[in-house]
């Protein structure tokens, strides 16, 4: 799938911030860039940014909505990439200035300097069942109905989801996951680089001619990354936020 984005040098990459009063790291971050102390050229969000934001509920704006503002803001100075991840989705209600990808959009492909880039979330291909339950949760005559029940039983659905959410452990070792990327993702793809996220572990996998990154999830480390092209052929610079730097 063809999108033709234009990666830029010094843009910044954040992935799985999982944003809620239990993750309250991102907000710091945004504020930077929002006062400009920070300034990328680009800024890419790989999904999961929000623990819980979805464009036809507006119940979840509410703990987001300062982070939203200053995303907006953001958008109207630099190029802002989204692409949604299976916490944040429907966000063109809620990010009017901004290239949103949905999960049927994904890989997006794109190019920086001469490279064949792709990005995704991580989630574009799963089990049967998942796949099943992704396209029904964001079904636009799905929503309506569950957001009425959720605003006649005062919350019950989305107060249980963001009480669930809250206890989830999100950064554990993934073991075989080089063996599980080889599968999905070598010989099935053209590519000199394939990022995602979604699966916490911060980890390269060198193919043949290509590789593969699986970014660091926000959440866990408070990692970012800048994108930058070293002569050893990393594409990625890792920083690690902490306010006031």
Same mark, same amino acid.
């Not at 994904?106 to 574009?124: I, M, R, S, T, W």
């Not at 809250?166 to 073991?175: L, P």
């Not at 599968?183 to 593969?212: A, C, L, M, P, T």
């Given at each position: 799938?063809?999108h033709k984005i234009e990666i830029k040098k010094g843009a ?7 944003? &809620?009063?239990? =993750? $309250? ?5 945004? %504020? ?7 300034? $990328? ?32 803001? #953001? ?37 920086? %300097? ?12 799963? $089990?049967?069942?998942? =796949? #099943? ?10 929503? $309506? ?10 919350? &019950?659905?989305?107060?249980y989801v963001d009480s669930h959410l809250g206890q989830k ?9 080089? %063996?599980?990327?080889? =599968? ?25 001619? &290509? ?18 092209? &070293? ?13 006031g730097i």
């Amino acid at each position: 799938m063809s999108h033709k984005i234009e990666i830029k040098k010094g843009a910044f990459i954040i992935s799985d911030a999982h944003f &809620s009063s239990n =993750r $309250p790291e991102l907000f710091s971050l945004i %504020e930077e860039i929002y006062l400009e102390k920070l300034q $990328p050229t680009q800024l890419i969000l790989m999904g999961d940014i929000f623990d819980a934001l979805f464009g036809s509920i507006e119940y979840t704006y509410i703990k987001n909505q300062q982070t939203i503002d200053m995303l907006n803001a #953001i958008s109207q100075k630099i190029e802002v990439i989204y692409l949604e991840g299976n916490h944040d989705f429907n966000l063109k209600a809620v990010f009017h200035n901004m290239q949103i990808f949905t999960i049927a959009q994904q890989p997006v492909e794109c190019k920086y %300097e001469e490279k064949k880039v792709y990005l995704a979330h991580g989630d574009f291909e799963g $089990p049967l069942g998942y =796949r #099943i339950y992704s396209a029904f949760i964001r079904n636009p005559f799905v929503l $309506p109905v569950l957001k009425m029940i959720d605003n006649l039983t005062n919350h &019950s659905i989305l107060n249980y989801v963001d009480s669930h959410l809250g206890q989830k452990e999100d950064c554990n070792e993934f073991t075989g996951f080089a %063996e599980f990327i080889s =599968r999905r993702i070598e010989n099935r793809y053209e590519f000199d680089f394939f990022i995602e996220g979604h699966y916490h572990q911060n980890k390269q996998i060198k193919f043949e001619n &290509s590789i593969y990154i699986n970014l660091a999830a926000f959440a866990c480390n408070q990692r970012y990354f800048t994108v930058e092209l &070293s002569q050893d052929n990393e594409l990625l610079k890792e920083n690690i936020f902490s306010k006031g730097i």
